[in-house]
């Protein structure tokens, strides 16, 4: 197959790169060469920034398959679409299970109600517009594609090997630290969450099938709990470890800001995101690798960084840094001994 990749140098886009090409198809990738631009020398680069003009960039040339990881306002979608004019197959569009409405009942499907904006034509990428956002993209796909030609992936917390936002990799590097863990909320409440491998794996199968539709993609397959995630981290990584439980009421009360201090907590009334069906994506052959196998590989990765990032990077090329997430660990201890003396 003929694969166009939209952004396949950072984290998702790497891998579906690197798979595509291991699997014997030709890859174009569009990217700004801002980031591992010597990445992937046996595929086609081509160069442009997402908020330009990308006529002159994707001018010529046919593919089977566009797979855009790097489209965040709809009008991304719409350039793609006119510079792709009569000369793609499928578009899928990577989406996220953030485009559900707020208030939205668990467990989350497909067909639930998505986020709206107040301001549809708004392009400020924050915690409020995202969710809405990707859905107006999502929308734009299915004007431009239509529902024969438009694949819509909407993924939950993607982690693993050459992950920017720190998220999971944080509780690796926790573990790896060792001694007492503060553990947040109650250990028997569902996490989810993908390898970006599995996902990236998933997607090309679908590529090669001509695989068309709306998915939610999450796991792991068969559920994993708050509990379950840090005791197989705390066995795989560091057996020394210990972990102490602190309940809902007290983080709250103690001013601890769910996902980004502790990430992948959520407060029950808040955690829906953690409760997504993906029966339809496991009907079409998801399937996601033991969590330990996640836990080891993204810890060897991490080996081989300098040092830890202080900020994840921009939401969107251009935009602000943002702060990584994350527990101060004189906040921990402090959390940790009030519980002790309580």
């Not at 969590?291 to 040092?307: I, K, M, N, S």
């Amino acid at each position: 197959m003929k694969i166009l990749v939209l952004g396949g140098t950072r984290f998702l886009g790497r891998h579906l790169v690197a798979q595509a090409l291991a699997r014997g198809h030709a890859v174009t990738l569009l990217h700004r060469g801002a980031s591992a631009r010597d990445l992937f020398p046996e595929a086609e680069h081509r160069l442009a920034d997402r908020n330009g003009d990308l006529a002159a960039a994707l001018a010529g040339g046919t593919w089977d398959v566009a797979i855009d990881t790097s489209a965040y306002v709809p009008r991304h979608v719409d350039s793609v679409a006119a510079a792709l004019a009569g000369r793609v197959g499928v578009y899928q569009f990577v989406s996220s299970i953030s485009v559900y409405a707020e208030g939205a009942p668990a467990p989350l499907t497909e067909d639930s109600p998505r986020a709206q904006l107040a301001d549809p034509g708004t392009e400020a990428i924050t915690g409020e517009t995202y969710g809405g956002l990707k859905a107006l993209c999502e929308d734009a796909a299915g004007r431009h594609f239509g529902p024969g030609r438009s694949l819509v992936v909407r993924p939950g917390l993607i982690v693993g090997p050459h992950d920017p936002t720190g998220r999971f990799s944080w509780w690796v590097r926790r573990l790896l630290r060792g001694g007492e863990v503060l553990a947040p909320g109650d250990p028997a409440a569902p996490v989810q969450f993908i390898d970006v491998r599995d996902l990236a794996a998933w997607m090309l199968r679908q590529a090669e099938a001509g695989g068309t539709g709306a998915f939610n993609l999450t796991g792991p397959v068969g559920g994993t709990t708050m509990g379950g995630l840090l005791e197989a981290a705390r066995a795989a990584l560091n057996p020394p470890a210990t972990l102490t439980w602190l309940d809902e009421a007290t983080l709250l009360a103690a001013g601890v800001a769910p996902w980004m201090e502790l990430p992948l907590w959520l407060p029950a009334a808040q955690a829906t995101l953690h409760r997504t069906d993906i029966a339809r994506a496991v009907a079409t052959g998801l399937a996601t690798r033991p969590l330990a196998e996640t836990l080891c590989d993204t810890a060897a990765w991490l080996d081989t960084l300098p040092g830890e990032d202080a900020v994840m990077p921009p939401a969107q090329p251009g935009g602000p840094p943002r702060p990584m997430p994350g527990l101060d660990p004189a906040r921990e201890a402090a959390l940790l001994a009030a519980w002790h003396a309580r």
